[in-house]
């Protein structure tokens, strides 16, 4: 399914509002972590304790509050998720887990709930002590001023090279009743699959089991975020969270129940649409790439030839310059670590076959022009050995990419 947006994002639907989820109330505010003049502080808190899941990156390299998640989540039991942008609070030691868990303490005070309800998450610099005096001057402020924020000042307060705030809705219906299942995400660089590729917040007031809330995140975060690169970095902070607080009285939805499939389709559809929306706003990039495999030995085969593709900087720089350059489409095929017979690969960029049982088709010219008109841009590759198939989202490779990045300290 594919939606229209804005020019920040946000999804067209319901007179281009995002909705919250009944029995959640947020709030952000200016806490100047790394530098005065915007908001870089938010605070998700459910009214009542919900089921929470998560999502976690892979990095051996973990920052302090994802160390500190990481083990709070087993409860399966959560309220409130305090987020903040400018610091990551990676490779700070002692002090980081000692901070974090002031943090969650000082947030806990505040709203007069668990410390063990109380999550932490942080992105921005690695390597930065987190200015704890401005943490707790914001707290009581974050408090006071629940409930006056949207989704879309949530996504603002936690960007940091973003430039625009993400944020999806989705309606759905359960049964008699209309519940309601909202995202916010912030990403555009150091994006690589393995969990979770950025910071990614879910709420829902449709009440899900947290077995099972827990099990439709990861499934979710497998086939969507899983599945998208900008850069082949992955961040020591990725997180992706799901709070279901169950304020739209429904019975809760198990795993084997007939509202499952329902609830699944809807969480699919807006992690996908978030993952989107990171591509979308990848680090300089001028154009989205969906990098899809068909006719693979399985979906490991295809998903591994998929990702050469699309982790490739001769690709995403040929991309870039509007050079069909299937040549290094097939380059990358090669040594993506799955076996296959050149003699039967099709290539096609858009609707142009470019590639036919491994040769060129002579329409280099017509798939250059393809690609100077088109801002989406699709490659569409069938190795014609099986009938698996996988897709990978990413975006080119531009010099704003490299002014970014070395720019990103100062």
């Not at 980081?96 to 998450?121: F, H, Q, R, W």
């Not at 609830?263 to 990039?285: C, P, Q």
């Not at 690609?371 to 009938?387: A, C, D, Q, T």
Request: glycine share 8%; with cysteine.
């Amino acid at each position: 399914m594919h939606y229209k947006y804005d020019k920040i994002g946000v999804m067209l639907k319901n007179k281009d509002k995002t909705y919250i989820p009944e029995g959640f109330l947020l709030s952000a505010g200016e806490a100047a972590i790394k530098k005065p003049g915007k908001k870089d502080i938010a605070l998700i808190y459910s009214m009542t304790e919900a089921n929470i899941a998560g999502a976690f990156t892979t990095n051996m390299v973990k920052a302090a509050p994802v160390r500190l998640d990481i083990e709070k989540i087993k409860s399966g039991k959560g309220q409130a998720i305090i987020v903040n942008s400018g610091n990551a609070n990676a490779c700070t030691g002692r002090k980081g887990m000692k901070d974090v868990a002031e943090t969650a303490s000082l947030m806990a005070k505040s709203l007069k709930i668990n410390p063990s309800l109380v999550y932490v998450c942080s992105t921005g610099v690695i390597g930065t002590p987190m200015p704890m005096e401005k943490i707790e001057a914001i707290i009581p402020v974050l408090t006071a001023n629940l409930g006056r924020a949207s989704l879309c000042d949530i996504a603002s307060a936690i960007m940091t090279t973003d430039t625009f705030p993400k944020a999806i809705s989705k309606k759905v219906k359960i049964k008699s009743r209309t519940g309601t299942i909202s995202g916010i995400c912030k990403g555009a660089g150091m994006i690589a699959p393995n969990m979770a590729t950025m910071l990614c917040f879910i709420m829902t007031d449709i009440a899900v089991e947290k077995r099972t809330l827990s099990r439709a995140l990861k499934d979710s975060v497998k086939k969507s975020f899983n599945r998208i690169t900008i850069d082949g970095d992955m961040s020591t902070n990725d997180t992706a969270m799901i709070m279901s607080n169950g304020a739209l009285g429904n019975s809760e939805i198990k795993e084997n129940s007939a509202s499952y499939k329902i609830f699944k389709n809807a969480l699919d559809e807006v992690t996908y649409e978030l993952s989107r929306l990171i591509i979308k706003d990848g680090e300089g990039a001028t154009k989205s790439i969906a990098t899809e495999v068909n006719g693979a030995a399985d979906e490991k085969e295809a998903e591994k030839a998929a990702f050469s593709v699309a982790n490739s900087s001769l690709v995403k720089t040929a991309i870039y310059g509007n050079d069909a350059n299937w040549g290094r489409i097939m380059a990358a095929l090669g040594y993506s670590g799955i076996k296959f017979n050149e003699e039967n690969v099709s290539i096609h960029l858009g609707n142009i076959k470019v590639v036919n049982k491994g040769t060129g088709t002579g329409k280099d010219a017509e798939a250059n022009n393809y690609l100077r008109n088109n801002s989406e841009v699709s490659i569409l590759i069938n190795l014609n050995k099986g009938s698996a198939s996988a897709k990978v989202l990413t975006c080119d490779l531009t010099e704003e990419y490299i002014r970014v990045n070395a720019e990103y300290r100062t």
